[in-house]
Protein backbone atom coordinates (compact mmCIF):
# COMPACT_ATOMS: atom_id res chain seq x y z
CA UNK A 1 0.00 0.00 0.00
CA UNK A 2 3.20 2.34 0.73
CA UNK A 3 3.88 2.54 -2.97
CA UNK A 4 0.21 2.84 -4.19
CA UNK A 5 0.16 6.01 -1.79
CA UNK A 6 3.58 7.13 -2.81
CA UNK A 7 1.73 6.94 -6.67
CA UNK A 8 -1.00 8.63 -5.84
CA UNK A 9 0.87 11.47 -3.61
CA UNK A 10 2.95 11.98 -6.96
CA UNK A 11 0.16 12.54 -9.03
CA UNK A 12 -1.67 14.62 -6.84
CA UNK A 13 1.33 16.95 -6.53
CA UNK A 14 2.47 17.23 -10.09
CA UNK A 15 -1.34 18.55 -11.03
CA UNK A 16 -1.30 20.79 -8.17
CA UNK A 17 1.85 22.40 -9.13
CA UNK A 18 0.73 22.91 -12.68
CA UNK A 19 -2.51 24.70 -10.99
CA UNK A 20 0.06 26.76 -8.83
CA UNK A 21 2.76 27.51 -11.56
CA UNK A 22 -0.63 29.91 -12.98
CA UNK A 23 0.14 32.14 -10.36
CA UNK A 24 3.81 31.70 -9.57
CA UNK A 25 6.38 33.84 -12.30
CA UNK A 26 8.91 30.96 -12.52
CA UNK A 27 8.82 27.74 -14.52
CA UNK A 28 6.73 24.62 -13.99
CA UNK A 29 10.01 22.33 -13.84
CA UNK A 30 11.48 24.62 -11.44
CA UNK A 31 7.92 24.44 -9.05
CA UNK A 32 8.17 20.79 -9.16
CA UNK A 33 11.75 20.33 -8.12
CA UNK A 34 11.66 22.51 -5.14
CA UNK A 35 8.44 21.12 -4.63
CA UNK A 36 9.86 17.73 -4.52
CA UNK A 37 13.25 18.13 -2.42
CA UNK A 38 10.36 19.92 0.18
CA UNK A 39 8.57 16.22 0.37
CA UNK A 40 11.85 14.45 0.53
CA UNK A 41 12.49 16.26 3.92
CA UNK A 42 12.53 14.15 6.92
CA UNK A 43 9.62 15.84 8.21
CA UNK A 44 7.15 14.75 5.40
CA UNK A 45 9.62 11.38 4.58
CA UNK A 46 8.36 10.95 1.04
CA UNK A 47 11.09 8.78 -0.59
CA UNK A 48 11.13 6.68 -4.19
CA UNK A 49 13.78 4.46 -4.48
CA UNK A 50 14.81 3.94 -8.49
CA UNK A 51 15.49 1.01 -10.29
CA UNK A 52 17.98 2.15 -13.49
CA UNK A 53 16.87 0.17 -15.67
CA UNK A 54 12.74 0.11 -15.09
CA UNK A 55 13.37 4.19 -14.64
CA UNK A 56 14.73 4.00 -18.50
CA UNK A 57 12.40 2.01 -19.91
CA UNK A 58 9.19 3.93 -17.92
CA UNK A 59 10.06 7.37 -18.81
CA UNK A 60 12.02 7.48 -22.27
CA UNK A 61 10.03 5.73 -24.66
CA UNK A 62 6.69 7.24 -24.29
CA UNK A 63 8.22 11.24 -24.02
CA UNK A 64 9.94 10.56 -27.37
CA UNK A 65 7.04 8.57 -29.14
CA UNK A 66 5.30 12.12 -27.96
CA UNK A 67 8.25 14.52 -29.11
CA UNK A 68 8.30 13.02 -32.73
CA UNK A 69 4.00 12.41 -32.96
CA UNK A 70 3.91 16.15 -32.29
CA UNK A 71 6.78 16.91 -34.68
CA UNK A 72 5.68 19.25 -37.45
CA UNK A 73 6.79 16.96 -40.59
CA UNK A 74 6.79 19.89 -42.89
CA UNK A 75 9.02 22.12 -41.03
CA UNK A 76 11.27 18.95 -39.64
CA UNK A 77 12.22 18.38 -43.55
CA UNK A 78 12.40 22.37 -44.24
CA UNK A 79 14.92 23.13 -41.47
CA UNK A 80 16.68 19.44 -41.63
CA UNK A 81 19.76 21.61 -42.28
CA UNK A 82 20.30 23.38 -39.04
CA UNK A 83 18.37 21.03 -37.06
CA UNK A 84 20.72 18.01 -38.03
CA UNK A 85 23.83 19.99 -37.59
CA UNK A 86 22.28 20.59 -33.58
CA UNK A 87 21.07 17.39 -33.21
CA UNK A 88 24.11 15.39 -34.27
CA UNK A 89 27.39 17.44 -35.05
CA UNK A 90 26.55 19.41 -32.15
CA UNK A 91 25.96 16.79 -29.56
CA UNK A 92 29.42 15.11 -30.88
CA UNK A 93 31.21 17.53 -30.38
CA UNK A 94 29.76 18.80 -27.34
CA UNK A 95 30.70 14.45 -26.12
CA UNK A 96 34.34 15.34 -27.31
CA UNK A 97 35.12 18.77 -26.50
CA UNK A 98 32.86 18.89 -23.05
CA UNK A 99 33.88 15.17 -22.51
CA UNK A 100 37.91 16.39 -22.06
CA UNK A 101 37.13 19.71 -20.24
CA UNK A 102 35.09 17.46 -17.53
CA UNK A 103 37.72 14.46 -17.45
CA UNK A 104 40.42 17.93 -16.71
CA UNK A 105 38.01 19.27 -14.40
CA UNK A 106 36.34 16.64 -12.11
CA UNK A 107 39.89 14.81 -10.70
CA UNK A 108 39.46 10.62 -10.75
CA UNK A 109 36.90 10.40 -13.39
CA UNK A 110 38.08 8.02 -16.03
CA UNK A 111 37.44 8.98 -20.29
CA UNK A 112 34.88 6.81 -20.73
CA UNK A 113 32.80 7.94 -17.76
CA UNK A 114 33.30 11.84 -18.86
CA UNK A 115 31.98 11.05 -22.26
CA UNK A 116 29.12 9.40 -20.98
CA UNK A 117 28.20 12.31 -18.47
CA UNK A 118 28.76 14.97 -21.83
CA UNK A 119 26.31 12.64 -23.64
CA UNK A 120 23.59 12.56 -21.45
CA UNK A 121 24.11 16.70 -20.76
CA UNK A 122 23.76 17.13 -24.92
CA UNK A 123 19.85 16.68 -25.20
CA UNK A 124 18.13 19.50 -24.88
CA UNK A 125 13.72 19.67 -24.07
CA UNK A 126 12.21 22.07 -26.44
CA UNK A 127 8.73 21.81 -23.88
CA UNK A 128 10.43 23.50 -21.00
CA UNK A 129 11.71 26.19 -23.23
CA UNK A 130 8.32 26.64 -25.11
CA UNK A 131 6.73 26.99 -21.41
CA UNK A 132 10.01 29.63 -20.01
CA UNK A 133 9.11 31.61 -23.96
CA UNK A 134 5.37 31.60 -24.22
CA UNK A 135 5.01 31.80 -27.82
CA UNK A 136 7.55 35.10 -27.84
CA UNK A 137 9.93 33.08 -29.91
CA UNK A 138 10.08 33.32 -33.60
CA UNK A 139 8.50 30.39 -35.17
CA UNK A 140 11.03 28.62 -37.24
CA UNK A 141 13.14 28.70 -34.51
CA UNK A 142 11.09 27.23 -31.91
CA UNK A 143 10.55 24.34 -34.91
CA UNK A 144 14.49 24.36 -34.91
CA UNK A 145 14.47 23.77 -31.11
CA UNK A 146 11.78 20.73 -31.37
CA UNK A 147 13.81 19.46 -34.14
CA UNK A 148 16.92 18.95 -32.28
CA UNK A 149 15.75 17.93 -29.06
CA UNK A 150 13.41 15.41 -31.02
CA UNK A 151 17.19 13.77 -32.62
CA UNK A 152 19.79 14.98 -30.20
CA UNK A 153 17.44 12.84 -27.41
CA UNK A 154 18.38 10.36 -29.63
CA UNK A 155 21.83 10.97 -30.56
CA UNK A 156 23.04 11.92 -27.03
CA UNK A 157 21.54 8.94 -25.17
CA UNK A 158 22.98 6.26 -27.82
CA UNK A 159 26.59 8.35 -26.99
CA UNK A 160 25.40 7.93 -23.78
CA UNK A 161 24.86 4.19 -23.79
CA UNK A 162 28.05 3.64 -26.08
CA UNK A 163 29.99 5.59 -23.37
CA UNK A 164 28.64 3.68 -20.63
CA UNK A 165 29.38 0.02 -22.16
CA UNK A 166 33.08 1.02 -22.74
CA UNK A 167 32.96 2.39 -18.41
CA UNK A 168 31.44 -0.84 -17.96
CA UNK A 169 33.92 -3.20 -19.42
CA UNK A 170 36.86 -1.23 -19.58
CA UNK A 171 37.07 -1.94 -23.95
CA UNK A 172 36.74 0.91 -26.57
CA UNK A 173 37.36 1.12 -30.33
CA UNK A 174 36.15 4.09 -32.38
CA UNK A 175 35.89 2.16 -35.70
CA UNK A 176 34.04 -0.68 -34.22
CA UNK A 177 31.60 1.94 -32.24
CA UNK A 178 31.21 4.12 -35.42
CA UNK A 179 30.25 0.70 -37.26
CA UNK A 180 27.85 -0.38 -34.38
CA UNK A 181 26.45 2.93 -33.62
CA UNK A 182 25.03 3.19 -37.70
CA UNK A 183 23.83 -0.43 -37.43
CA UNK A 184 21.58 0.02 -34.09
CA UNK A 185 20.31 3.24 -35.66
CA UNK A 186 19.47 1.88 -39.13
CA UNK A 187 18.19 -1.03 -36.72
CA UNK A 188 15.89 1.09 -34.66
CA UNK A 189 14.49 3.16 -36.98
CA UNK A 190 13.43 0.43 -38.83
CA UNK A 191 12.04 -1.26 -36.03
CA UNK A 192 10.06 1.71 -34.95
CA UNK A 193 8.93 2.50 -38.30
CA UNK A 194 7.35 -1.20 -38.80
CA UNK A 195 5.98 -1.41 -35.63
CA UNK A 196 4.07 1.85 -35.85
CA UNK A 197 2.99 1.10 -39.35
CA UNK A 198 1.84 -2.81 -39.02
CA UNK A 199 -0.21 -0.83 -35.45
CA UNK A 200 -2.19 1.25 -38.58
CA UNK A 201 -2.91 -1.97 -40.76
CA UNK A 202 -4.18 -3.49 -38.09
CA UNK A 203 -6.13 -0.38 -37.34
CA UNK A 204 -7.53 -0.44 -40.70
CA UNK A 205 -8.15 -3.91 -40.96
CA UNK A 206 -10.33 -3.58 -38.22
CA UNK A 207 -12.54 -0.94 -39.64
CA UNK A 208 -13.08 -2.70 -42.72
CA UNK A 209 -14.78 -5.14 -40.55
CA UNK A 210 -16.71 -3.17 -38.70
CA UNK A 211 -14.87 -2.52 -35.54
CA UNK A 212 -14.89 1.17 -35.15
CA UNK A 213 -14.65 1.26 -30.89
CA UNK A 214 -11.32 3.42 -30.66
CA UNK A 215 -10.89 2.32 -27.31
CA UNK A 216 -8.52 -0.81 -28.23
CA UNK A 217 -6.58 0.82 -30.66
CA UNK A 218 -5.97 3.47 -28.09
CA UNK A 219 -4.17 0.96 -25.87
CA UNK A 220 -2.56 -1.14 -28.36
CA UNK A 221 -1.30 2.42 -29.13
CA UNK A 222 -0.60 3.31 -25.47
CA UNK A 223 1.82 0.23 -25.32
CA UNK A 224 3.79 0.89 -29.16
CA UNK A 225 6.79 2.94 -27.49
CA UNK A 226 7.30 0.52 -24.75
CA UNK A 227 6.80 -1.97 -27.41
CA UNK A 228 9.32 -0.07 -29.92
CA UNK A 229 11.90 0.18 -27.22
CA UNK A 230 11.67 -3.80 -25.94
CA UNK A 231 12.05 -5.34 -28.92
CA UNK A 232 14.41 -3.40 -30.77
CA UNK A 233 16.62 -3.31 -27.63
CA UNK A 234 15.86 -7.35 -27.64
CA UNK A 235 17.25 -7.22 -31.25
CA UNK A 236 20.46 -5.16 -30.43
CA UNK A 237 19.18 -1.97 -31.88
CA UNK A 238 18.50 1.03 -30.43
CA UNK A 239 15.55 1.68 -28.57
CA UNK A 240 15.93 5.00 -28.70
CA UNK A 241 15.36 5.66 -32.07
CA UNK A 242 12.59 3.35 -32.60
CA UNK A 243 10.45 4.80 -29.71
CA UNK A 244 11.14 8.30 -32.13
CA UNK A 245 10.92 6.44 -35.48
CA UNK A 246 7.62 5.15 -34.37
CA UNK A 247 5.95 8.21 -32.88
CA UNK A 248 6.96 10.18 -36.49
CA UNK A 249 5.28 7.47 -38.45
CA UNK A 250 2.27 7.62 -36.30
CA UNK A 251 1.73 10.91 -37.18
CA UNK A 252 1.19 9.87 -39.70
CA UNK A 253 -0.93 7.03 -39.95
CA UNK A 254 -2.94 9.46 -37.57
CA UNK A 255 -4.34 11.42 -40.25
CA UNK A 256 -5.88 8.93 -42.13
CA UNK A 257 -9.56 9.24 -42.73
CA UNK A 258 -11.57 6.90 -40.33
CA UNK A 259 -10.17 7.71 -37.49
CA UNK A 260 -12.11 10.83 -36.28
CA UNK A 261 -13.15 9.40 -32.60
CA UNK A 262 -9.45 7.40 -32.36
CA UNK A 263 -7.50 10.68 -33.19
CA UNK A 264 -9.74 12.52 -30.45
CA UNK A 265 -9.00 10.05 -28.00
CA UNK A 266 -5.60 9.60 -28.51
CA UNK A 267 -4.92 13.33 -28.49
CA UNK A 268 -6.68 13.48 -24.68
CA UNK A 269 -5.01 11.05 -23.29
CA UNK A 270 -1.51 11.62 -24.76
CA UNK A 271 -1.84 15.27 -23.66
CA UNK A 272 -2.45 13.95 -20.51
CA UNK A 273 0.06 11.80 -20.15
CA UNK A 274 3.08 14.08 -21.71
CA UNK A 275 2.11 16.33 -19.04
CA UNK A 276 1.87 13.54 -16.65
CA UNK A 277 5.49 12.05 -17.12
CA UNK A 278 7.49 15.26 -17.33
CA UNK A 279 6.04 16.79 -14.34
CA UNK A 280 6.49 13.14 -12.99
CA UNK A 281 10.37 13.20 -13.94
CA UNK A 282 11.22 16.66 -12.47
CA UNK A 283 9.10 15.76 -9.41
CA UNK A 284 11.61 12.90 -8.64
CA UNK A 285 14.21 14.96 -9.28
CA UNK A 286 13.74 17.00 -6.56
CA UNK A 287 12.92 14.16 -4.40
CA UNK A 288 16.38 12.04 -4.79
CA UNK A 289 18.15 15.77 -4.85
CA UNK A 290 18.66 15.02 -0.74
CA UNK A 291 20.06 11.87 -1.38
CA UNK A 292 22.30 12.52 -4.08
CA UNK A 293 23.87 15.81 -1.80
CA UNK A 294 24.21 14.04 1.01
CA UNK A 295 25.83 10.98 -1.00
CA UNK A 296 28.47 13.45 -2.39
CA UNK A 297 28.96 15.17 0.82
CA UNK A 298 30.45 12.18 2.57
CA UNK A 299 33.14 12.74 4.58
CA UNK A 300 34.75 9.85 2.64
CA UNK A 301 35.01 11.26 -0.44
CA UNK A 302 38.28 13.21 -0.14
CA UNK A 303 38.06 15.06 -3.46
CA UNK A 304 35.10 17.02 -3.08
CA UNK A 305 35.13 18.60 0.88
CA UNK A 306 31.93 21.69 0.55
CA UNK A 307 29.09 22.12 -1.56
CA UNK A 308 30.20 25.07 -2.87
CA UNK A 309 33.37 23.21 -5.32
CA UNK A 310 30.63 20.99 -6.51
CA UNK A 311 28.14 23.80 -7.33
CA UNK A 312 31.43 25.86 -8.73
CA UNK A 313 32.24 22.47 -10.95
CA UNK A 314 28.68 22.08 -12.06
CA UNK A 315 28.74 26.21 -13.16
CA UNK A 316 31.97 25.87 -14.89
CA UNK A 317 30.42 22.79 -16.85
CA UNK A 318 27.24 24.71 -17.85
CA UNK A 319 29.24 27.68 -19.00
CA UNK A 320 31.01 25.23 -21.36
CA UNK A 321 27.90 23.41 -22.72
CA UNK A 322 26.96 27.20 -23.22
CA UNK A 323 30.04 28.41 -25.30
CA UNK A 324 30.11 25.52 -27.34
CA UNK A 325 26.65 25.51 -28.51
CA UNK A 326 26.93 29.29 -28.88
CA UNK A 327 30.18 29.16 -30.99
CA UNK A 328 28.55 26.09 -33.13
CA UNK A 329 25.31 27.89 -33.98
CA UNK A 330 27.08 31.20 -34.50
CA UNK A 331 29.34 29.73 -37.30
CA UNK A 332 26.89 27.56 -38.75
CA UNK A 333 24.16 30.69 -39.28
CA UNK A 334 27.23 32.81 -40.36
CA UNK A 335 28.07 30.33 -43.12
CA UNK A 336 24.63 29.33 -43.77
CA UNK A 337 23.03 30.20 -47.29
CA UNK A 338 19.52 30.42 -45.74
CA UNK A 339 19.63 32.11 -42.57
CA UNK A 340 16.98 29.66 -40.99
CA UNK A 341 15.25 31.47 -38.04
CA UNK A 342 16.92 34.82 -38.10
CA UNK A 343 14.74 37.33 -36.76
CA UNK A 344 16.21 40.09 -39.41
CA UNK A 345 20.20 39.69 -39.14
CA UNK A 346 21.06 40.03 -35.82
CA UNK A 347 23.04 36.77 -36.13
CA UNK A 348 24.70 37.04 -32.32
CA UNK A 349 21.47 37.81 -30.39
CA UNK A 350 19.58 34.70 -32.46
CA UNK A 351 22.66 32.71 -31.67
CA UNK A 352 22.50 33.87 -27.79
CA UNK A 353 19.01 33.31 -27.27
CA UNK A 354 19.29 29.61 -28.95
CA UNK A 355 22.01 29.29 -27.09
CA UNK A 356 20.35 30.00 -23.71
CA UNK A 357 16.99 27.89 -25.18
CA UNK A 358 19.39 24.71 -24.44
CA UNK A 359 17.85 23.93 -21.31
CA UNK A 360 17.76 19.96 -20.13
CA UNK A 361 15.34 18.89 -18.97
CA UNK A 362 13.37 15.30 -18.97
CA UNK A 363 15.63 13.41 -20.73
CA UNK A 364 19.10 14.00 -19.70
CA UNK A 365 17.52 13.53 -16.02
CA UNK A 366 16.18 10.01 -17.51
CA UNK A 367 19.27 9.09 -18.71
CA UNK A 368 21.85 9.95 -15.76
CA UNK A 369 19.71 8.06 -13.32
CA UNK A 370 19.40 5.11 -15.46
CA UNK A 371 23.71 4.68 -14.76
CA UNK A 372 24.50 1.16 -13.65
CA UNK A 373 25.04 0.91 -9.46
CA UNK A 374 27.59 -1.60 -10.20
CA UNK A 375 30.24 -2.60 -13.16
CA UNK A 376 30.19 -6.09 -15.00
CA UNK A 377 32.69 -6.68 -11.74
CA UNK A 378 30.72 -6.08 -9.25
CA UNK A 379 32.49 -2.91 -8.04
CA UNK A 380 30.10 0.66 -7.95
CA UNK A 381 30.00 2.64 -10.63
CA UNK A 382 32.71 4.91 -10.42
CA UNK A 383 31.12 8.55 -8.98
CA UNK A 384 28.04 7.99 -9.75
CA UNK A 385 26.23 9.95 -7.49
CA UNK A 386 28.53 13.05 -8.70
CA UNK A 387 27.59 12.23 -12.11
CA UNK A 388 24.03 12.53 -11.06
CA UNK A 389 24.65 15.66 -9.24
CA UNK A 390 26.19 17.51 -11.94
CA UNK A 391 23.38 16.76 -14.19
CA UNK A 392 20.77 17.87 -11.58
CA UNK A 393 22.30 21.04 -11.13
CA UNK A 394 23.08 21.30 -15.11
CA UNK A 395 19.37 21.09 -15.49
CA UNK A 396 18.41 23.53 -12.40
CA UNK A 397 21.02 26.10 -14.30
CA UNK A 398 19.62 25.77 -17.34
CA UNK A 399 16.02 26.77 -16.70
CA UNK A 400 17.19 29.51 -14.42
CA UNK A 401 19.43 30.98 -17.02
CA UNK A 402 16.56 30.26 -19.84
CA UNK A 403 13.61 31.79 -17.37
CA UNK A 404 15.80 35.15 -16.79
CA UNK A 405 17.46 35.21 -19.79
CA UNK A 406 14.79 34.71 -22.47
CA UNK A 407 12.42 37.19 -21.67
CA UNK A 408 15.57 39.97 -21.39
CA UNK A 409 16.56 39.14 -24.67
CA UNK A 410 13.09 38.35 -26.15
CA UNK A 411 12.28 41.81 -25.01
CA UNK A 412 11.30 44.15 -27.84
CA UNK A 413 11.74 41.29 -30.41
CA UNK A 414 8.88 41.13 -33.23
CA UNK A 415 7.94 37.97 -33.81
CA UNK A 416 5.99 38.80 -36.60
CA UNK A 417 2.86 37.94 -37.97
CA UNK A 418 3.50 34.80 -39.58
CA UNK A 419 1.77 36.45 -42.70
CA UNK A 420 2.96 32.80 -44.58
CA UNK A 421 0.71 30.85 -41.93
CA UNK A 422 -2.58 33.07 -42.46
CA UNK A 423 -2.23 32.88 -45.91
CA UNK A 424 -2.22 29.29 -45.36
CA UNK A 425 -4.30 28.69 -43.05
CA UNK A 426 -7.19 30.93 -45.31
CA UNK A 427 -6.62 28.45 -48.48
CA UNK A 428 -7.08 25.39 -46.67
CA UNK A 429 -9.80 26.95 -45.39
CA UNK A 430 -11.46 28.06 -48.53
CA UNK A 431 -9.95 25.18 -50.56
CA UNK A 432 -12.00 22.35 -48.00
CA UNK A 433 -15.17 24.72 -48.36
CA UNK A 434 -15.16 25.00 -52.01
CA UNK A 435 -14.57 20.92 -52.11
CA UNK A 436 -17.79 20.29 -50.00
CA UNK A 437 -19.86 22.65 -52.24
CA UNK A 438 -19.26 21.10 -55.18
CA UNK A 439 -19.22 17.64 -53.45
CA UNK A 440 -23.02 18.94 -52.61
CA UNK A 441 -23.71 20.31 -56.15
CA UNK A 442 -22.48 17.13 -57.52
CA UNK A 443 -25.23 15.09 -54.87
CA UNK A 444 -28.41 14.48 -56.81
CA UNK A 445 -31.79 14.73 -55.01
CA UNK A 446 -33.36 12.38 -57.26
CA UNK A 447 -36.19 10.07 -54.86
CA UNK A 448 -38.98 7.85 -55.33
CA UNK A 449 -40.53 9.82 -52.02
CA UNK A 450 -41.42 13.46 -53.13
CA UNK A 451 -41.86 14.18 -49.33
CA UNK A 452 -38.11 12.63 -49.17
CA UNK A 453 -36.40 14.26 -52.24
CA UNK A 454 -38.08 18.12 -51.23
CA UNK A 455 -36.59 17.14 -47.39
CA UNK A 456 -33.67 16.49 -49.15
CA UNK A 457 -33.75 19.65 -51.65
CA UNK A 458 -34.29 21.70 -48.25
CA UNK A 459 -31.06 20.11 -46.27
CA UNK A 460 -28.67 20.22 -48.65
CA UNK A 461 -29.85 24.15 -50.00
CA UNK A 462 -29.40 24.41 -45.69
CA UNK A 463 -25.84 23.08 -46.03
CA UNK A 464 -24.70 24.79 -48.97
CA UNK A 465 -25.81 28.48 -47.69
CA UNK A 466 -23.65 27.43 -44.25
CA UNK A 467 -20.35 26.17 -46.52
CA UNK A 468 -20.77 29.44 -48.57
CA UNK A 469 -21.14 31.41 -45.16
CA UNK A 470 -17.23 29.86 -44.52
CA UNK A 471 -15.72 30.72 -48.10
CA UNK A 472 -16.68 34.16 -47.62
CA UNK A 473 -14.59 34.27 -44.48
CA UNK A 474 -11.49 33.18 -46.03
CA UNK A 475 -12.13 35.17 -49.24
CA UNK A 476 -9.09 37.71 -49.63
CA UNK A 477 -12.04 41.12 -49.99
CA UNK A 478 -11.83 42.79 -46.52
CA UNK A 479 -15.45 44.15 -46.69
CA UNK A 480 -16.35 40.47 -47.51
CA UNK A 481 -14.53 39.02 -44.74
CA UNK A 482 -15.81 41.88 -41.97
CA UNK A 483 -19.15 40.56 -42.73
CA UNK A 484 -18.95 37.18 -42.88
CA UNK A 485 -17.17 36.92 -39.14
CA UNK A 486 -19.70 39.40 -37.77
CA UNK A 487 -22.33 36.43 -39.06
CA UNK A 488 -20.64 33.83 -37.89
CA UNK A 489 -19.93 35.62 -34.70
CA UNK A 490 -23.82 36.29 -34.20
CA UNK A 491 -24.51 32.55 -34.99
CA UNK A 492 -21.94 31.15 -32.55
CA UNK A 493 -23.47 33.27 -29.96
CA UNK A 494 -26.86 31.93 -30.76
CA UNK A 495 -26.31 28.24 -31.40
CA UNK A 496 -24.26 28.67 -27.89
CA UNK A 497 -27.58 30.25 -25.85
CA UNK A 498 -29.40 26.96 -27.49
CA UNK A 499 -26.54 24.85 -26.61
CA UNK A 500 -26.21 25.20 -22.96
CA UNK A 501 -30.30 26.02 -23.08
CA UNK A 502 -30.23 21.95 -23.99
CA UNK A 503 -27.63 21.41 -20.96
CA UNK A 504 -29.88 23.18 -18.78
CA UNK A 505 -33.27 20.82 -20.00
CA UNK A 506 -31.14 17.93 -19.60
CA UNK A 507 -29.80 18.59 -15.79
CA UNK A 508 -33.61 19.01 -14.30
CA UNK A 509 -34.64 16.17 -16.95
CA UNK A 510 -31.65 14.29 -15.04
CA UNK A 511 -32.82 15.78 -11.76
CA UNK A 512 -36.16 14.49 -11.82
CA UNK A 513 -35.24 11.36 -12.94
CA UNK A 514 -36.83 11.25 -15.80
CA UNK A 515 -33.61 9.79 -18.31
CA UNK A 516 -31.18 7.49 -17.25
CA UNK A 517 -27.47 8.41 -16.18
CA UNK A 518 -25.88 6.61 -19.51
CA UNK A 519 -28.24 8.33 -21.78
CA UNK A 520 -27.63 11.52 -19.52
CA UNK A 521 -23.78 11.35 -20.03
CA UNK A 522 -24.41 10.41 -23.76
CA UNK A 523 -26.42 13.75 -24.71
CA UNK A 524 -23.57 15.69 -22.08
CA UNK A 525 -20.73 14.72 -24.44
CA UNK A 526 -22.57 15.47 -27.49
CA UNK A 527 -23.05 19.06 -26.32
CA UNK A 528 -19.62 19.54 -24.73
CA UNK A 529 -17.84 18.52 -27.80
CA UNK A 530 -20.27 21.18 -29.84
CA UNK A 531 -19.80 23.65 -27.41
CA UNK A 532 -16.28 23.20 -27.30
CA UNK A 533 -16.16 23.12 -31.60
CA UNK A 534 -18.17 26.39 -31.52
CA UNK A 535 -15.73 28.09 -28.82
CA UNK A 536 -13.03 27.89 -31.20
CA UNK A 537 -14.39 29.91 -33.15
CA UNK A 538 -14.69 32.71 -31.12
CA UNK A 539 -12.51 36.02 -29.91
CA UNK A 540 -11.19 35.30 -26.97
CA UNK A 541 -12.29 38.09 -24.94
CA UNK A 542 -15.97 36.89 -26.49
CA UNK A 543 -15.04 33.07 -25.37
CA UNK A 544 -13.80 33.90 -21.56
Not at 366 to 377: E, K, Q, T
Not at 401 to 425: K, Q
Not at 426 to 444: C, P, V
Not at 453 to 473: H, N
Request: hydrophobic share 55%; charged share 15%; no cysteine.
Amino acid sequence: MTLVYTILIMLLVVGATRLSAQFLPVPLPLIQVVVGALLALPSLGLHVALDPELFMLLFIPPLLFSDGWRMPKRELWRLRAPILTLAFGLVFITVLAAGAFIHWLVPGLSWPVAFALAAVLSPTDAVAVSGIARGKLPKRLMHILQGEALFNDASGLVTFRFAVAAAMTGVFSLADASLTFLMVAIGGLFTGVALSWLTGQARNWLVEHGWTDPAPYVVFLLLLPFAAYVIAEHLGFSGILSAVAAGLVQSRIDMLPRQSRTRLLNHSIWSMLEFTFNGLVFLLLGLQLPDIIAAVLKPSEHVYKTLGWLIGEVTLIFLALILLRYLVMNLYWRISPHHEAMPGNDFQRTAIIASIAGVRGAVTLAGVLSLPIVLANGQPFPQRDVLIFIAAGVILLSLLAASIGLPLLLRGLSVGTNEAADRERREIRRNTAEAALRALEAESIDDEDPARAGLKAEIKTQLMAEFREQLDIYQDTEEVQARARTSLFIETQLRLLAIRAQRRELYRMRLSGVIDDEIVAEVLSDLDFSEATLMRSLPASAAG
